[in-house]
């Protein structure tokens, strides 16, 4: 139940996929050993833990190759701004059982939203969070803290944040909502300031819809060119959250990049409470094999899954 992100990765490297989940207000990163034996058990697989990580209030967790070495690290992302912000890496015990083992980014410096991406050019991923960006030091990745400019501030930005060259003016840009609050946004990345202070102009995408918490980026149309699939989440905050009780929807927009707009196409829309939302999680994948990509998410109206069957994009 405390399960907020799960992920399939091959913990034990025995050839099959194990699930690796992180939790909302457990310190705790488990993996679910997939093992044919307990395939008919009544106990289900069997839970290990990698890792304590000594925290608590984990917003969101993500299995992601930070370094670009072809193997994923775990982060994550955590509302309370004097959590350290962490690397981990997949190792082993001294008993060679898996475990996560902790590179520091930051000893206190956390933030609600998280995202990777080359913000400043350098080829290498940086860490963005709603209270600035982490620097990747220029000796790689594990070589060292990490350094956080506070160029801007995203509120209770998403999860993730996304990190894109929208304009492809040979620079990444930053597409975020705010998950608590109506406002969904990209940001263009302009000149640096002559102290390298990275600069950013700020456009609205949508201030419809209220707790995007979470996004991706994939082609749902089959048109070649992926697009921003976001929603409402439903009863963030147990409903203290602006727009509570609003329709709950599911959102695709299509990307202009000759007049830097956007298109927004509706995939549901319900009652609050009665229909699909965006929760903690999205996955965009095509599950039935029909060549379109299907969406899962799960929150707190229930788990559903958007079965994409295809269709013809008008001229």
């Given at each position: 139940i405390q399960n907020n992100s799960e992920y399939l990765h091959d913990v034990?490297?025995?050839?099959?996929?194990?699930?690796?989940?992180?939790a909302f207000t457990l310190p705790e990163i488990r993996w679910y050993e997939n093992d044919p034996a307990t395939y008919d058990s009544e106990e289900g697989w069997k839970s290990h833990v990698l890792c304590d990580t000594g925290t608590k209030h984990h917003e969101a967790t993500f299995l992601h190759d930070i370094d670009d070495d072809g193997k994923p690290e775990w982060l994550e992302a955590s509302w309370n701004v004097n959590?350290?912000?962490?690397?981990?890496?997949?190792?082993?015990?001294?008993?060679?059982?898996?475990?996560?083992?902790?590179?520091?980014?930051?000893?206190?410096?956390?933030?609600?939203?998280i995202g990777f991406g080359d913000l400043n050019?350098?080829?290498?991923?940086?860490?963005?969070f709603t209270n600035g960006w982490y620097e990747c030091p220029k000796d790689g990745h594990f070589s060292g803290p990490w350094e956080w400019h506070k160029d801007f501030t995203l509120p209770h930005a998403s999860c993730p944040v996304l990190i894109l060259d929208l304009d492809e003016d040979g620079d990444n840009d930053i597409i975020w909502a705010d998950g608590h609050n109506y406002g969904l946004y990209w940001e263009e990345q302009l000149e640096p300031q002559s102290d390298g202070t990275l600069t950013f102009r700020q456009h609205l995408i949508d201030k419809k819809f209220s707790q995007a918490h979470t996004m991706a980026w994939e082609d749902i149309d089959n048109d070649g060119a992926p697009e921003l699939i976001t929603g409402k989440r439903y009863y963030a905050h147990s409903g203290g959250d602006p727009g509570a009780e609003d329709p709950t929807v599911v959102l695709y927009f299509d990307w202009n990049k000759e007049n830097k707009s956007w298109k927004k196409n509706v995939i549901s829309q319900a009652p609050a409470g009665e229909g699909p939302g965006i929760g903690l999680q999205i996955r965009v994948t095509d599950m039935d094999g029909n060549g379109w990509k299907d969406i899962v998410v799960p929150g707190k109206s229930g788990t559903h899954i958007l079965w994409n069957e295809g269709w013809t994009k008008p001229k």
């Open positions: 034990d490297g025995d050839g099959d996929l194990d699930i690796v989940a992180g959590n350290p912000m962490v690397i981990w890496r997949f190792d082993k015990n001294e008993d060679g059982s898996p475990a996560l083992k902790a590179h520091i980014v930051n000893e206190s410096g956390q933030g609600h939203g050019g350098d080829g290498k991923q940086d860490i963005i």
